[in-house]
């Protein structure tokens, strides 16, 4: 069983739209979670990171965070064209290590 | 503000061959990272360190090594280059292991 399971996607939304993405996670003692954004060709770029469940606000992202369901997702509100892009989950379990998912690929069409 | 600094950004490498990536870091950070993402894949970790003089092995450590003599250095070591080693490789630095992470913009390998 992978650490860390993503949908691959490709994940199309139009512009203006709420993106959704889901991340689920084995590891019952993680403790922190974290979603990246990786455009093509460059390093992954921290858009939001939680610790506790429930909800995270930062802008147009939302992350959610349900510990007893392993589950982590990131909402996109009023997705822009800028927002294509790929998007990895990472969880930090309780050994100084960071699991990344594979990834989905989110388009946003103008 | 440099964050983490990698060089080279692209190598070609013969089968065989042996190259150390370098990646520093000017954020004083304890933990660093050396992950490998192959086309169409989340990132792999190789080796990592939580300090001066310890490392550790990650997921997928075979083919590689690494040192940490300083905090701020974190050198990746390729000996005998196999086409499975080809990937793109990321140095990151995180202050606690815990919270957030900081990539360095990468190196492109190829090996042929």
């Known amino acids: 069983q992978k650490e860390v399971e993503q949908n691959s996607g490709p994940l199309s939304v139009p512009e203006g739209a709420i993106a959704s993405l889901n991340c689920t996670y084995s590891d019952r003692g993680s403790q922190s979670f974290f979603w990246y954004r990786q455009y093509s060709g460059k390093s992954p770029e921290l858009i939001m990171f939680i610790y506790s469940n429930g909800d995270k606000e930062d802008g147009r992202f939302t992350a959610q965070l349900n510990k007893a369901s392993q589950y982590v997702s990131l909402l996109i509100r009023d997705s822009q064209p800028s927002d294509s892009a790929t998007y990895l989950c990472?969880?930090?379990?309780?050994?100084?290590?960071?699991?990344f998912g594979t990834g989905t690929s989110l388009t946003v069409i103008p | 503000n440099a964050g983490v600094t990698q060089t080279p950004k692209f190598r070609i490498l013969k089968i065989g061959q042996s190259m150390t990536l370098q990646c520093t870091q000017d954020m004083n950070h304890n933990y660093m990272y050396w992950y490998r993402q192959d086309p169409g894949m989340g990132l792999k970790l190789i080796y990592y360190s939580v300090g001066a003089g310890i490392t550790d092995k990650g997921e997928v450590p075979n083919g590689y090594n690494v040192s940490r003599s300083t905090t701020e250095d974190f050198p990746l070591r390729l000996e005998l280059a196999a086409p499975s080693q080809t990937s793109v490789y990321f140095c990151?630095?995180?202050?606690?292991?815990?919270?957030?992470?900081?990539f360095g913009d990468g190196t492109r390998l190829s090996i042929l």
């Open positions: 990151a630095s995180s202050y606690d292991g815990y919270r957030t992470q900081h």
């Open positions: 990472a969880v930090n379990n309780s050994g100084n290590q960071f699991y």
